[in-house]
C-alpha cells in the first residue's frame, strides 16, 4: 500500500530533480511536502527570486508538477482537490502563499501559465508587496491630511486661505519648494498644499488645532501619530526594507489619522469598501434568518415538563449557535475605517444579545422562575435597543 507518508517523499524528490529535465524551471529548494488539511498537497520552498511576480512564475512549475503526478493516478488513502504552495525567505517567514484547484493546476500543464495566475489564490508578503503597501498607506494619510486642511483654512480665511492663513515662514518655504520645481511664484493654496511634508502638515494643523478637534482624540496624539508616520515616512521614501510589524503600524496610524476625518470627506472614502460592508452585512442578516427548532405552539402544547424546557433549552441552544456564527461573520469583515464605529455598534449589539440569551440558557437549568423573568426582562430591554440601532443604521446605510 501506498502511504501518505512516502507520496510526499516521491513527490519531494521530483520536485527537487525537476530542472535537471526542464531547460525553464529554476533548481527547486524545498524545504517540505505534506498533507495539508485532509485534501490539498501543499509544497513549502526557498525561492531564488525576491520579487512577487517573479516568485509566483517560481510556483508555477511546482504546480505544474503536481498536476503531472496526480493528474491521471488515483490513491484510495489520499482524495487530493488542492494544491498549496508557500514560499519562504532565509529567515523562514512565509512571504508568499499559492493555493490552486486541481482543475486550475491543468493549465500549467496545457500551456496556460497565464490562466492559471489569473485563476490562483495568492496572499502575498514579500519586501516589494510591502514596499507598494505602505506608499499607499501614506499616500491616503497626507492627502486626506491636505483635503481637510484645505476645507477647514478655506472656511476660516476664505479663497485667499494660504496666504491668510499661513502668511509665516511655513508658508514661505513652501512656496519656495514651488518655485525650485517649476521657476514661477504661486499663492493658490489649493496647489501649495501638495507640497507640504508630513511635518509641515503637522505643523498647519497644530497651529488651527481648535478647527480640527473633531477629528483626532487630542492634539498630544495626533502630533505623536505625526512624528510616528514622518519616522515609517522616511523609510518609505527611500525604498528601504519595510517590516511586517512597520506595516501593521502604519494600518494603525491610518486608522488614528484617518477616521474622523473621512466622516466629511466623502470622495476619499473607498466606494468599494463601504458598498462591501453593507453588502455583506445585508448577506448576513438575511441570506441565513434564524428559526427556532421547536415552535412556540409545540413548546405550549407540551404535557410533559421535562420534555417542555428541553425543547425551550434546544431553541435556546439553537438561537446561541447562529449567534456565535453571526458574530463570526461580522468579525470576519474588512471595515472601511469610517464606519468603524458603527461596525463596532453593530457587534456589540449582537455580542451583548448573546451574552443575555446563554445566561437564559443556563438559568432554565436552575428552574428559578424569577431569576428566568429577570434574565427575560433584561432582553427585552436590550430588543428595543437593538431594534433603534437597526433604524438607525437603516436610515443612515440606506
Request: charged share 30%; glycine share 4%; hydrophobic share 35%.
Amino acid at each position: 500500500m501506498i502511504t501518505i507518508e512516502n507520496l510526499t517523499r516521491m513527490v519531494s524528490a521530483t520536485l527537487k530533480t525537476l530542472h535537471i529535465f526542464s531547460n525553464n524551471c529554476k533548481e527547486i529548494n524545498v524545504k517540505d511536502v505534506y498533507l495539508l488539511n485532509e485534501d490539498t498537497l501543499c509544497c513549502d520552498f526557498y525561492p531564488v527570486s525576491r520579487k512577487s511576480y517573479d516568485i509566483k512564475l517560481e510556483i508555477a512549475p511546482i504546480m505544474g508538477c503536481f498536476n503531472g503526478i496526480f493528474r491521471d493516478m488515483n490513491y484510495e488513502n489520499v482524495n487530493l482537490l488542492n494544491y498549496a504552495v508557500r514560499a519562504f525567505d532565509e529567515n523562514n517567514n512565509e512571504i508568499l502563499y499559492a493555493l490552486s484547484t486541481k482543475t486550475a493546476a491543468e493549465l500549467v500543464g496545457k500551456g496556460g501559465s497565464i490562466e492559471w495566475l489569473a485563476s490562483t489564490f495568492f496572499q502575498i508578503n514579500t519586501e516589494d508587496f510591502r514596499l507598494a503597501q505602505a506608499k499607499q498607506i501614506i499616500s491616503e494619510i497626507e492627502n486626506g491630511l491636505r483635503e481637510i486642511v484645505k476645507i477647514k483654512l478655506r472656511d476660516q480665511f476664505g479663497d485667499d486661505w494660504w496666504e491668510q492663513g499661513l502668511n509665516s515662514k511655513l508658508g514661505r518655504d513652501v512656496k519656495k519648494i514651488y518655485f525650485n520645481n517649476f521657476g514661477e511664484d504661486c499663492t493658490d493654496g489649493d496647489i501649495l498644499i501638495a507640497y507640504t511634508f508630513t511635518l509641515q502638515l503637522k505643523e498647519i494643523i497644530l497651529s488651527y488645532y481648535n478647527l480640527f478637534t473633531n477629528y483626532f482624540q487630542s492634539s498630544a496624539e495626533f502630533e505623536t501619530s505625526m512624528d510616528s508616520l514622518n519616522k515609517l515616512r522616511r523609510e518609505e521614501a527611500h525604498n528601504r526594507p519595510i517590516s511586517n510589524l512597520d506595516l501593521k503600524n502604519l494600518q494603525t496610524l491610518h486608522e488614528e489619522l484617518l477616521s474622523g476625518v473621512l466622516q466629511d470627506l466623502k470622495s476619499l472614502q473607498s466606494v468599494y469598501l463601504t458598498e462591501n460592508w453593507r453588502g455583506k452585512i445585508k448577506k448576513i442578516m438575511t441570506e441565513k434568518r434564524y428559526k427556532d427548532v421547536y415552535t412556540d405552539l409545540e413548546i405550549s402544547n407540551e404535557i410533559d415538563a421535562g420534555q417542555k424546557l428541553f425543547k425551550i433549552r434546544e431553541n435556546k441552544s439553537s438561537l446561541i449557535s447562529y449567534l456565535d456564527d453571526t458574530i463570526l461573520k461580522l468579525k470576519s469583515i474588512t471595515i472601511p475605517i469610517h464606519k468603524k464605529s458603527t461596525h463596532k455598534e453593530l457587534l456589540s449589539c449582537f455580542e451583548h444579545y448573546r451574552v443575555l440569551q446563554k445566561s437564559l440558557f443556563d438559568e432554565y437549568s436552575t428552574l428559578d422562575n424569577k431569576r428566568i423573568d429577570i434574565v427575560k426582562d433584561e432582553i427585552k430591554i436590550h430588543d428595543r435597543k437593538m431594534d433603534e440601532f437597526v433604524e438607525k443604521f437603516l436610515l443612515n446605510e440606506k
